[in-house]
């Protein structure tokens, strides 16, 4: 129940196997060949195939291993995480959209987990918390992407949230729905258990 990176601004997030749009480069091992057991021909140089099948539900077919790039696991002090909403007020019926924004400020390259495992987001009123997006998330997958030095991506999925208070209690029951009439709510995010440098205020009508 989270998003997934893009590369933004000649640069480039999630949430699980949600792309972080042309974002990082995604860092997989393309599954083995099936070997058949009936005797076939060696194939000539014309029909060998060039290049891994793609995994089922991905966009892109898995990188060649040997011209992946790898690096180092991200430190929390190469990062800049940042809270994003699409608004900054929501009339009557309009749900706010969520989204992370991360940026590899070190001058290395560097891997981070930006799956839906490693996605927090969460939205306040003051000290009271509302909702949480772990509360009710299944399926949590990771997604290990470089990032290369001065890059910066956001999620391109934002994430949805419905306007009412979350609990582990009631994923499948009815809940409490959040005050409007100008009520001011804030959003914060964390990735790879990195917390974001900011918190995105917005306000429900």
């Known amino acids: 129940m989270l998003v997934v990176l893009v590369v933004v601004g000649g640069l480039v997030w999630l949430f699980v196997a949600q792309p972080w749009r042309s974002a990082a480069q995604s860092i997989t091992t393309p599954s083995p060949t099936p070997t058949s057991q009936t005797p076939t021909a060696s194939p000539t140089p014309s029909d060998a195939p060039t290049e891994t099948p793609p995994t089922e539900g991905a966009e892109e077919e898995a990188p060649n291993p040997e011209l992946t790039p790898t690096a180092d696991a991200c430190l929390p002090g190469d990062l800049t995480i940042e809270a994003l909403t699409d608004q900054q007020a929501y009339a009557a019926g309009q749900n706010p959209q969520l989204s992370i924004r991360l940026a590899n400020r070190s001058d290395r390259d560097c891997t981070l987990n930006v799956g839906t495992s490693a996605q927090s987001f969460t939205v306040s009123s003051g000290s009271d918390v509302w909702w949480r997006s772990t509360d009710c998330q299944t399926e949590p997958s990771d997604m290990i992407v470089l990032l290369t030095a001065g890059q910066e991506t956001t999620s391109s999925a934002p994430l949805t949230w419905d306007r009412t208070r979350s609990?582990?209690?009631?994923?499948?029951?009815?809940?409490?729905?959040?005050?409007?009439?100008?009520?001011?709510?804030?959003?914060?995010?964390?990735i790879g258990g990195i917390a974001s440098t900011n918190t995105a205020p917005f306000i429900l009508q």
Not at 167 to 190: E, I, M, N, Q, W
């Open 167 to 190: 609990s582990v209690d009631t994923c499948d029951g009815d809940r409490p729905s959040a005050p409007g009439g100008g009520a001011t709510y804030h959003l914060t995010v964390s």
